[in-house]
Nanobody, 126 residues
């Protein structure tokens, strides 16, 4: 089993930045692809970003490309999401997820992830 705990959420003004962190425990996730998803009230959970287990590939939703950066530190069993130039539409609960041995072309599908964190709230005010 893998436990994921997100942190770093909070309230920030439009144009500001936040850095989310997701710490894994239970087993090393160095062989897992890691992803970030988000969900706002009344909406489906949506893909934000993902990074392959080797860090050789990163993936982003079009809505965050150029503003968000995903990275990982396998030595710390941690994945990060640096969010810059935040907009009000980025307001959501952000979830960290891990998956093992899944097709790269489905990295944006929530159903391909095996483990999920509890989420951290990000609120961007005008």
């Amino acid at each position: 089993q893998v436990q994921l705990v997100e942190s770093g959420g909070g309230l920030v003004k439009t144009g500001g930045s936040l850095r989310l962190a997701c710490v894994a425990s239970g087993r090393t996730v160095s062989s897992y692809d890691m992803g970030w998803f988000r969900q706002s009230p009344g909406k489906e959970r949506e893909f934000v970003a993902a990074i392959s287990w080797s860090s050789s590939r990163t993936y982003y939703a079009d809505s965050v490309k150029g503003r968000f950066t995903i990275s990982r530190d396998n030595a710390k069993n941690t994945v990060y999401l640096q969010m810059n130039s935040l907009k009000s539409e980025d307001t959501a609960v952000y979830y960290c997820a891990a998956r093992f041995d899944a097709p790269p072309d489905r990295v944006g599908l929530a159903s391909t992830y095996d483990y999920w964190g509890q989420g951290t709230q990000v609120t961007v005010s005008l």
